[in-house]
């Protein structure tokens, strides 16, 4: 039998559940159930630089404790998902790597870029992973709720601001104005301003597919706090 729904009456994807625990669309994949190409993406994620160590063990503590990986060893996050397409997932994390550790922006204005995405499209797993790594590259108690929030954080560095107003736009328009773009050529340089573009399509792009597979934040720990009368509605839809 062939199912058809209805594109009247049919499921509507923003009606999902109010609280509650999230049941993810994608079971988390055990580190002894992989194949070979899955394997080499789990090995290149967990042994990479974001989760450097001097030896497997520590790589895998480090990546705990980044909330990527739970206590059996399985990728949480994004993460999971890259394992179930190995030819997508593997240079899709190689890209994710490129835009952490490769580009011209220093780790607070990458953090503020990529909080910015988490923020905008109320991304839960994604805020709680880059608040953490935020607060590590030195972003303030205030600026976090200002980002949460979204607000203008008070930023003393043009640079961070012009990333913060250059991320705010390419996510609420798909662009941006041209007195931005002119300043952000001047500022940042064309190189780093694609690295930007890029690394916005790339964080929007992993809350979207967070929110399709359902992924919240790891269990134990708490979901942001998004402001508004739909504060609730990102825990709910999985961002």
């Known amino acids: 039998m062939r199912w058809v729904i209805d594109p009247v009456s049919g499921e509507h994807v923003n009606d999902l559940p109010r609280g509650g625990p999230l049941a993810a669309r994608l079971p988390l994949l055990s580190p002894g159930s992989?194949?070979?190409?899955?394997?080499?993406?789990y090995d290149a994620l967990t042994g990479g630089p974001r989760a450097a160590g001097g030896d497997p063990a520590d790589s895998r503590a480090k990546a705990r404790a980044l909330g990527f990986m739970d206590g059996e060893g399985r990728l949480l996050g994004p993460f999971n998902a890259m394992l179930y397409s190995p030819a997508v997932?593997?240079?899709?994390?190689?890209?994710?790597?490129?835009?952490?550790?490769?580009?011209?922006?220093?780790k607070r204005e990458r953090e503020i870029a990529t909080l910015v995405v988490a923020a905008c499209l109320r991304s839960d797993y994604e805020w709680y992973a880059h608040e953490r790594l935020g607060r590590r590259a030195g972003l303030r108690e205030d600026e976090l709720d200002a980002l949460r929030e979204g607000r203008a954080p008070m930023l003393a560095d043009a640079r961070e601001r012009l990333v913060h107003e250059a991320a705010r736009q390419l996510v609420a328009e798909r662009d941006l104005a041209d007195a931005v773009y002119a300043e952000a050529v001047a500022t940042l340089?064309?190189?780093?301003?694609?690295?930007?573009?890029?690394?916005?399509?790339?964080?929007?792009?992993?809350?979207?597919?967070?929110?399709?597979?359902?992924?919240?934040v790891p269990d134990g720990e708490p979901a942001p706090s998004w402001p508004g009368p739909d504060a609730?509605?990102?825990?709910a839809h999985g961002e």
């Open 34 to 41: 992989l194949g070979a190409e899955q394997q080499a993406v």
């Open 89 to 106: 997932g593997m240079p899709l994390q190689d890209l994710g790597a490129a835009l952490r550790f490769r580009t011209a922006f220093t």
């Open 189 to 216: 340089g064309r190189p780093a301003l694609v690295e930007l573009v890029t690394l916005v399509g790339y964080y929007t792009a992993l809350a979207t597919q967070l929110r399709v597979f359902r992924v919240g």
């Open 232 to 235: 609730a509605d990102g825990a």
